[in-house]
């Protein structure tokens, strides 16, 4: 609308009438191995995900008027390990206890790109920026000295517990994540705006190293940060109460049980931010990791009596 | 096999796999479809609208970042650094970013683009032959307009400009400087023929900015005033001794006029309807982050400490506003009013700034004539600014009244855009005040958009 007249504008993506879809070919290798009557599993795989015809969305010389085209072409490569194990220490009637592990790791190539590399996600390279380059991680980040980090995580692993004794049950369960970089604009902001608690001297150094512009000397790695972590993902401990109790207590009720448990207790990271799990544009496939002052995750807690008519 | 953590694939598109598979044709209930072959007159009038919509799109930006690389202001602003970061203290501007240093880029080339779609079909529209060519004519005026806001920022590395090509043609070539401009010239005079078989009126409906130029013999003013800016560019930055007299011919088939408020002139219009969109350049005074440099308040001083046209468009803050990292550089206490409400028109280009570029040609052509050149800057002293006039004008020197001319341009055209260029064009940058040596800079130019070079290599 201008002046009150409508008005159509042509739109910036170009589309292509022959588009088709993506092409995925998966190699997956693996083994499950069960030991001494279930007392542990062992799984691995190991996976070869190639996609072709990637359905890119590409930028395009903007003096075209568009500022991107949608088109199939390329090729990308996920290569990647899963292992998971369980263990089942203890098994009787009285007491149970299952321990669970996982760990994954993932690389992606971007093996042909049909097109010269582009830039998508965050806002320009003094800021970082993810770049689509063939032959180079399709996570990479790239500030103004090049190449700064990348947002995949090296590898990520879980541990939970599960314990039952008598009537008492215990879980936990942890979450490891090693590497994959953020882009922590929220300390940007901060240092930026004289109010980091570190202020005098780091958050002075890091907003003059970082400079700003595109110059030779300006840093954007300052604010490209590890994003590890380790974190108490869940707690929790449930005590049922015995049948001869809830009898007494309610009538009808076939079990009672009390639970306290509680969410994101320990968090253990290097990162300098809020909370290293951040994702400001949602959960995308590339621009992932950008942290601008979103809200953080919580800490809960929870007290819950169940009942079972 | 249980699977885990399958890692996203990187570049998956789900959604549009689904669709491409069943081959569905998508039409958007949302908005109209584009203008085709065989275009009805409502589609070539929403073509129009859109075209100037496009053109709008980046003139508030625009403002407001040329503002800053001439130092007409600052934007001090909590949540983004890098109005100054990125504009007064980097030693290069960005031309990743579309915001800052990579701007006047994709807007301006998407109205282009927009204008060649309608170039490109309207001689099988359902309108007249006079119809055709009044589309035409406004078309390729309003395609010059967004190639003089890419050249205004752009100067050494120049543009592209024969742009109107399929995708999968390599993109144009960038030509020089001065093919630029002579590019705009000539689409201006292409237009004016176009304009001149047009009949008594368009098929189409101009906004409210455009009053008084909506027919196409009106509207033709407004592309010869355009013309008359572009070629005082070319006078003052290229070496085209004849331009100054071109511009004057220019102005002469415009809309200049001593006897008109200064104000007359074509205009963006905004608003807060729906659909529309709001001046980004309105605020509240008392809670601005987009802010006066100071030195416009200082050099005031030459005239007396005062100026109709500074108290009209800058209002007193009520505290200081700092820049955090160089508080006792960057600060202001000063605010921008010149767009005072959401809805306020921007100018496209208006009277007051005929007028001065009439005296400019009249002072720098071959033949000078200082007196017509003394009468237009004392017209707009007494007029605009309240002041005095200037009686010992007319027999000044030529840079002195070179001078005097950039001073008026400078109050009259406060946050209308021309300050950065205005001070390239005469060869007056080292002019500008840095306000901290040690880290600011004053740029000459907006590098070429880093998508643009990349998509070259």
Redesign the interface.
């Known amino acids: 609308m201008i002046g009150g007249q409508f008005g159509t504008v042509s739109g910036a993506n170009a589309g292509a009438s022959d588009i088709k879809p993506e092409r995925q070919t998966e190699i997956e290798g693996g083994f499950d191995a069960t030991l001494g009557n279930e007392f542990a599993t062992l799984s691995f795989t190991y996976y070869n995900k190639t996609i072709t015809d990637l359905l890119l969305v590409a930028r395009v010389a903007p003096s075209t008027g568009r500022a991107n085209r949608i088109f199939n072409g390329g090729k990308l490569r996920n290569l990647g390990q899963e292992v998971s194990l369980s263990l089942s220490p203890l098994r009787r009637p009285d007491f149970n206890w299952i321990l669970r592990t996982t760990f994954s790791r993932n690389r992606s190539t971007v093996v042909e790109l049909p097109v010269p590399a582009f830039q998508t996600g965050g806002f320009g390279t003094s800021l970082g920026s993810f770049r689509i380059e063939q032959g180079k991680s399709a996570t990479q980040i790239v500030g103004n000295e090049g190449v700064v980090g990348n947002s995949e995580p090296k590898f990520q692993m879980a541990l939970s517990n599960d314990l039952t004794w008598r009537q008492w049950s215990f879980s936990f369960l942890w979450d490891w994540k090693k590497g994959g970089d953020i882009i922590n604009l929220t300390q940007l902001l901060y240092d930026a705006g004289n109010n980091s608690p570190d202020q005098v001297p780091a958050g002075n150094k890091r907003i003059s190293t970082w400079g700003g512009g595109s110059c030779a000397t300006c840093l954007t790695k300052v604010y490209v940060q590890d994003g590890s972590y380790l974190k108490l993902r869940e707690l929790s401990l449930t005590y049922e109460l015995p049948a001869s109790v809830v009898g007494h207590l309610f009538g009808g009720v076939r079990y009672a049980r009390l639970n306290v448990s509680g969410r994101n207790l320990i968090r253990i990271t290097p990162y300098k931010g809020m909370d290293p799990e951040v994702s400001n544009f949602g959960n995308q496939a590339i621009a992932r990791n950008i942290d601008v002052a979103p809200f953080p995750p919580s800490r809960s807690f929870f007290f819950s009596i169940d009942l079972g008519f | 096999?249980?699977?885990?953590?399958?890692?996203?694939?990187?570049?998956?598109?789900g959604g549009?796999?689904v669709l491409?598979?069943c081959n569905f044709e998508i039409t958007n209930p949302n908005?109209?479809?584009?203008?085709g072959d065989n275009a009805t007159p409502a589609?070539v009038?929403?073509?129009?609208?859109?075209?100037?919509?496009?053109a709008?799109g980046d003139v508030p930006n625009w403002i407001l970042k040329s503002a800053i690389l001439g130092r007409e202001g600052y934007r001090i602003d909590?949540?983004?650094?890098?109005f100054?970061?990125?504009?007064i203290?980097?030693?290069?501007?960005?031309?990743?970013?579309g915001?800052?240093?990579?701007g006047q880029?994709?807007a301006e080339?998407?109205?282009?683009?927009?204008g060649?779609?309608v170039l490109n079909v309207i001689g099988t529209a359902q309108i007249s032959d006079p119809e055709k060519e009044g589309v035409r004519g406004f078309t390729q005026t309003i395609q010059a307009y967004a190639y003089m806001l890419v050249l205004f920022a752009h100067t050494e590395d120049s543009?592209?400009i024969d742009?109107n090509?399929p995708?999968s043609d390599p993109?144009?070539p960038f030509v020089t400087n001065v093919a630029a401009w002579d590019h705009v010239v000539s689409l201006l005079d292409s237009a004016k023929t176009h304009l001149l078989a047009a009949g008594s009126a368009f098929s189409f409906?101009?906004?409210?900015?455009f009053t008084g130029f909506s027919t196409p013999a009106g509207f033709l003013k407004v592309n010869r005033a355009l013309l008359a800016r572009s070629d005082l560019y070319r006078a003052s930055e290229f070496t085209c001794a004849a331009c100054y007299d071109d511009a004057l011919t220019a102005l002469g088939e415009s809309f200049v006029d001593t006897t008109a408020s200064l104000d007359v002139g074509a205009y963006?219009?905004f608003?807060a309807?729906?659909?529309?969109v709001t001046n980004g350049l309105a605020q509240q005074p008392t809670s601005a982050i987009n802010l006066v440099h100071r030195s416009l308040k200082d050099s005031l001083a030459v005239n007396g400490g005062s100026d109709a046209r500074f108290t009209a468009k800058v209002a007193d803050r009520g505290d200081t506003l700092r820049d955090?990292?160089a508080p006792t550089g960057h600060f202001s206490a000063l605010s921008w009013i010149r767009y005072p409400t959401p809805s306020s028109p921007i100018p496209m280009i208006r009277n007051e700034e005929l007028i001065l570029i009439r005296a400019e040609a009249n002072n720098n052509k071959t033949a000078r004539d200082a007196v017509a050149a003394a009468a237009d800057i004392n017209f707009i002293r007494v007029n605009s600014g309240g002041l005095a006039a200037d009686a010992g004008l007319a027999a000044a020197t030529l840079q002195a009244v070179e001078d005097e001319i950039l001073i008026q341009r400078k109050y009259s055209l406060l946050y209308e855009g021309m300050r950065w260029v205005d001070m390239r064009r005469t060869g007056r940058l080292a002019q500008i005040i840095l306000d901290v040596p040690a880290t600011d800079h004053v740029f000459s130019t907006m590098p070429v958009?880093?998508?643009?070079v990349?998509?070259?290599?």
């Open positions: 096999m249980r699977p885990i953590l399958h890692a996203v694939s990187a570049l998956g598109l549009a796999l491409g598979a908005a109209p479809t584009e203008i589609h009038a929403a073509a129009m609208e859109g075209l100037l919509i496009g709008r909590a949540a983004d650094p890098r100054i970061s990125e504009l203290t980097a030693t290069k501007l960005d031309p990743s970013n915001a800052f240093g990579g880029w994709q080339y998407a109205a282009i683009r927009s060649y779609n543009i592209p742009v090509r995708l993109p144009a409906t101009l906004p409210p900015g963006f219009d608003s309807n729906s659909g529309d955090p990292l958009n880093s998508f643009e990349d998509s070259r290599k």
